[in-house]
């Protein structure tokens, strides 16, 4: 795939003002899918947890999950959003596979929750408003996986093989109105408002929310107006993102095609676009449908949803601190300054970080792993640091270096051999035979050597030049493997020495 021309980022933004619209997709974590009794599992065998209404056969008939509708108003309430005295469901036709049905079952004019907006902070603490034109309840479409082509895409590939687990599983679609006003944060303002959404829905517990495996999915809809123009830019949807990191990329990356384009004089083609994580750029999908193009219909298989007023207010009794709240509040309980609690911002991790608080770390302990270590395998992965480790295991390997058992070195690792999935810290120590030596008869056996092939340290040593001490203590180390508390060491070579 040859790469577009793109125009210098500081470049386009003199020439065009950058419009943006975020739709996120949240796959809700209910038992069962959102119209039948089919399991809703990830990680199942192909074309298992299916039921004749998610294969679309004929005489089968939809059925609403109450637990969905349950989230769903959740959610919405969550983002500031009015909840729907009674909203419809919609069909949404269009001829693809991966539903077998041939339509969608969505909402359209009718969604559950609407009109609404969420705060959101970039890394240097500035917060926007971010607004919210709507959320609907819709099914997730099954998984297709290409084969014979050389990039995992239709285009080339000799078949395809459909799985139908994924479909009718319950979606939550959180569409924003246009973002104005972002100009040059835009990148950074998509991923902030992504992440502000994972922080919602892991904190109301309706979705696992995680991206890698597509619980939380973005399309980014990116435009450009000349700089004094009322009209909007004809629009590009890049669907799918599916990391954080990803989404900031590919935001930027269309500003820079779409402005290296138009001021050549060309024109954007309204069209979906995939994100290619590999090479950092985005490839035409296909011509961008409309509304009309779908011939939306009530469904009409399925009564309106009548929440009762009574329940939307226990559900919103319920509610969980908005993200922005929360932040502040663990700034102050964890004592961070504010250069060290932008840095937690920053990383993505502050939800890993609580929660491995909440298993029992030290808040500096938390941030020392998961920002350090953590995230340097994460870089040198390309991998989000998340999904390298839990927080109950990071946790657990802070707790074993604070009662000795391992070094920072030895901890680290231990950590590479819990990524690298030997087991948990503890079961990684066992295996490998990593704890720190604590036996202080083995610690003087190796020191007395040391001390007998270096009489002239010994000597310095004796004249009360201490700092000579440490080539004995490296020498202790080395024999020991780096299993040895290097303090403890350092005071029984002085104590051996003075003997």
């Excluded at 949404?92 to 991966?98: A, E, G």
């Excluded at 929440?307 to 709240?325: K, Q, T, V």
Aim: net charge negative; hydrophobic share 40%; glycine share 8%.
């Amino acid at each position: 795939m040859a790469r577009a021309e793109l125009m210098d980022f500081d470049r386009a933004l003199e020439l065009f003002e950058p419009v943006i619209g975020l739709e996120v997709h949240v796959e809700l974590n209910t038992k069962t899918k959102m119209f039948s009794a089919a399991p809703n599992d990830f990680g199942s065998d192909p074309n298992t947890n299916v039921t004749p209404t998610c294969l679309g056969l004929p005489g089968s008939l939809p059925v609403v999950n109450g637990q969905a509708v349950r989230y769903s108003i959740s959610l919405g309430l969550a983002l500031g959003c009015s909840i729907a005295p009674s909203s419809r469901f919609a069909r949404k036709n269009y001829f693809y596979p991966d539903l077998a049905k041939n339509y969608q079952i969505s909402q359209y004019d009718e969604p559950i929750a609407f009109d609404g907006s969420v705060e959101v902070e970039l890394a240097d603490g500035r917060a926007f408003e971010i607004p919210i034109e709507r959320a609907h309840m819709e099914e997730d479409a099954g998984k297709l996986t290409h084969v014979g082509g050389s990039t995992g895409r239709i285009q080339g590939a000799e078949y395809s093989l459909v799985d139908y687990n994924r479909a009718g599983v319950p979606l939550v679609e959180i569409v924003t109105r246009p973002i104005f006003g972002a100009e040059g944060d835009a990148p950074e303002l998509a991923k902030a408002y992504v992440a502000t959404i994972r922080d919602i829905v892991l904190a109301l517990g309706i979705s696992d929310a995680k991206m890698e495996r597509g619980n939380l999915r973005c399309d980014a809809n990116v435009s450009l107006r000349p700089r004094g123009a009322e009209k909007l830019g004809t629009r590009t949807e890049t669907k799918n993102v599916n990391s954080l990191r990803s989404i900031e990329r590919a935001v930027r990356y269309e500003i820079q095609r779409q402005a290296a384009i138009l001021a050549k004089g060309g024109s954007i083609t309204q069209e979906t676009r995939h994100w290619h994580e590999d090479t950092g750029a985005t490839s035409a999908g296909r011509p961008k449908s409309d509304a009309d193009d779908y011939r939306y219909f009530p469904e009409p298989d399925l009564l309106p949803v009548v929440p009762a007023p009574e329940l939307i207010e226990e559900l919103r009794a319920a509610l969980p601190e908005a993200p922005a709240a929360r932040r502040r509040r663990l700034k102050e309980e964890w004592g961070f300054t504010d250069l060290e609690f932008q840095d937690v911002a920053n990383s993505g991790l502050l939800i890993e970080l609580a929660e491995t608080v909440a298993a029992g770390a030290t808040p500096a302990a938390a941030r020392k792993w998961w920002t350090g270590e953590i995230a340097r395998l994460a870089n040198a992965s390309d991998a989000e640091a998340s999904t390298l480790v839990s927080p109950q295991h990071v946790a657990e390997l802070a707790g074993l270096v604070e009662a000795g058992t391992l070094t920072d070195r030895l901890a680290r690792q231990v950590l590479e051999g819990v990524v690298a999935g030997e087991g948990s810290p503890s079961e990684v120590v066992e295996a490998r035979g990593l704890a720190v030596v604590s036996d202080d008869g083995a610690l003087i056996a190796a020191i007395d050597d040391a001390l007998a092939a270096q009489p002239d340290v010994l000597a310095k040593i004796r004249d009360g030049k201490v700092q000579a001490a440490g080539a004995v203590i490296g020498a202790v180390m080395k024999a020991m493997k780096g299993q040895a508390d290097a303090a403890r060491v350092r005071e029984l070579v002085l104590e051996r020495a003075n003997a």
